[in-house]
């Protein structure tokens, strides 16, 4: 990751104040990218790790506090195995070496999501990576990992049930207060812009409680060949929304 000062390229159209705080994307698209060029899909993950630095990168020089990315879902097991053994691998090869440069960047990751399903040597780089980072103060990345928005829901309250049961939570004390605490993103703010790439019409199970408010944008390119023109007009879209929250 490159030096950057906050704001400096910042797109002269946009404005500052209202940029949103904290974008999410689903980023869709690397093996029909790959497809495409004849190439083998791990060719359009290994290009769509580049494509979401550049991101994260963007996000710290024009301002934009937090960045989630959904990096996989619970579903994609589903895949081929080669396919899912080669995504464990590369997370795990980009988490140590971008390591210090998000320590020199100051950037805090944090990965949420059922961690424990994933192989020991990736729980250990995520374990470290986490702690290494916990203290920075810049741009917040979150790295949604082995993430279904359902089953987060389900063990939130699976574990408020328990507190119940012992008597330390009553029925009637819950609210949505009490019960982000128990979900995967407690203490992350909710996302204000989701970015879904390569045109799907879906949220496809992702942050299914922390986006009910979340301004949504939908573009037909590929998640590899999202870049910050790309990113430049998908904030261009959202600052010509008006965003009510359900009021007039």
């Given at each position: 990751m490159n030096q950057g000062t906050c704001l400096q390229d910042l797109p002269v159209d946009l404005k500052p104040e209202r940029l949103p705080n904290h974008v999410a994307v689903i980023m869709d698209g690397n093996g029909r990218w790959a497809k495409d060029r004849g190439l083998p899909r791990i060719m359009g993950h290994r290009r769509g790790v580049e494509a979401l630095k550049d991101l994260l990168r963007c996000c710290r020089d024009w301002g934009i506090e937090?960045?989630?990315?959904?990096?996989?879902?619970?579903?994609?097991?589903?895949?081929?195995?080669?396919?899912?053994?080669?995504?464990?691998?590369?997370?795990?090869?980009?988490?140590?070496?971008?390591?210090?440069?998000?320590?020199?960047?100051?950037?805090?990751?944090?990965?949420?999501?059922?961690?424990?399903?994933?192989?020991?040597?990736?729980?250990?780089?995520?374990?470290?990576?986490?702690?290494t980072t916990r203290q920075n103060q810049g741009i917040k990345f979150t790295v949604a990992t082995n993430y279904g928005g359902r089953q987060e829901i389900i063990q939130a309250c699976q574990a408020i049930a328990i507190q119940v049961e012992k008597g330390l939570l009553k029925p009637e004390e819950i609210n949505e207060e009490i019960f982000e605490q128990y979900l995967y993103t407690t203490g992350i703010s909710h996302p204000d812009l989701l970015i879904r790439t390569s045109g799907e019409m879906r949220i496809s199970n992702f942050l299914l409680w922390q986006i009910a408010y979340s301004e949504i944008y939908v573009t037909e390119t590929f998640w590899p060949d999202f870049n910050r023109p790309e990113f430049h007009r998908a904030l261009s879209a959202y600052q010509q929304r008006e965003r009510r929250f359900g009021k007039i």
């Open positions: 937090a960045l989630t990315a959904y990096a996989f879902s619970s579903e994609n097991w589903g895949r081929p195995l080669e396919e899912v053994n080669f995504l464990m691998t590369l997370f795990e090869r980009v988490l140590r070496q971008e390591l210090q440069e998000m320590m020199a960047e100051d950037v805090q990751i944090r990965f949420v999501g059922n961690l424990s399903s994933l192989p020991l040597s990736l729980q250990a780089e995520i374990k470290n990576s986490m702690e």
